[in-house]
């Protein structure tokens, strides 16, 4: 099974639209910063929570011009207000070429599993068979999951986010096998950060912060998640999943060779 293709050209952001999920959290601001500093067309800012839109786009437009940016306030589980959303971005740049899934939670498992993993899977699912085959600029199209290194080891700090972030890597590495990709052209990638110095990272539940004041967990700067982000779009095979952790540059998780053997002696 063919998780990583090996056809990986060089993916160029100048011109793009992009959408990000949870654009108002400290990763996603990184995040869509990163894309206009690469001279992005625009990008569509989404997120439940509209409190700080306005201040954050005002800044944006003071760094890299006007109109720039256009902000939607959606829910992500709330698949039909999505799809809309995805129409007044395309009304709104023209095209859309990559979409960042980047929106998650920790806390109530049923929002958990909602937020993280099923509407990552929708999202995804419908940018990758129905939005970016058709409103892509260039020859390709590009998604990029935000995971965790969670995702990669069943770390025991969160059980449930645990889970979903699993379910986001397997899901990104099946989405993104040679077969579907020969269908849309469009290429879906990972990236799994580690622990990350955000707001999201300072308001855990009381419970999981014990566990992480017991380890001494050194968080990364959420900056160095700008520069990971180009590094995937531009380099990333389809299928691959990347690690950003410790404040050092992304690098590639080479799960076929490392996972791959294991599993086909205990598995299949």
């Given at each position: 099974m063919n998780?990583?293709?090996?056809?990986?050209?060089?993916f160029?952001?100048?011109?793009?639209?992009?959408?990000?999920?949870?654009?108002l959290g400290g990763i996603g601001r990184v995040l869509v910063r990163s894309l206009l500093t690469n001279k992005a067309k625009g990008v569509a800012l989404?997120?439940?929570?509209?409190?700080?839109?306005e201040e954050f786009q005002t800044s944006l437009e003071n760094e890299f011009g006007a109109n720039k940016t256009l902000f939607l306030k959606v829910d992500v589980t709330d698949f039909e207000k999505v799809k809309d959303a995805f129409q007044k971005c395309v009304d709104h740049f023209g095209n859309v070429d990559i979409v960042v899934n980047n929106a998650g939670i920790v806390g109530n498992i049923e929002m958990v599993i909602?937020?993280?993993?099923?509407?990552?899977?929708?999202?995804s699912n419908f940018a990758f068979f129905d939005f970016l085959p058709k409103y892509r600029k260039g020859k390709e199209g590009v998604i990029i999951n935000i995971a965790s290194v969670a995702g990669l080891y069943p770390i025991a700090l969160f059980p449930d986010y645990c889970a979903t972030k699993h379910g986001i890597v397997a899901y990104t590495q099946a989405l993104g096998s040679e077969s579907?990709?020969?269908?849309?052209?469009?290429?879906?990638?990972?990236?799994?950060p580690g622990a990350t110095d955000t707001e999201f990272s300072k308001n855990l539940p009381e419970y999981y912060q014990q566990f992480i004041n017991d380890i001494k967990l050194v968080y990364q700067s959420?900056?160095?998640?700008?520069?990971?982000?180009?590094?995937?779009?531009?380099e990333g095979n389809n299928g691959s999943i990347w690690?950003?952790?410790?404040?050092?540059?992304?690098?590639?998780?080479?799960?076929?060779s490392e996972t791959l053997p294991i599993l086909f002696k205990h598995v299949f």
């Open positions: 998780y990583s293709a090996s056809f990986a050209t060089m160029d952001v100048e011109g793009t639209v992009a959408i990000v999920t949870g654009a989404l997120d439940v929570n509209d409190t700080q839109a909602k937020i993280n993993l099923l509407a990552t899977i929708q999202i579907h990709y020969q269908n849309t052209q469009v290429k879906v990638m990972g990236l799994c959420a900056e160095i998640l700008g520069n990971s982000l180009i590094k995937v779009l531009k690690i950003s952790k410790n404040n050092e540059p992304v690098y590639e998780f080479d799960y076929k």
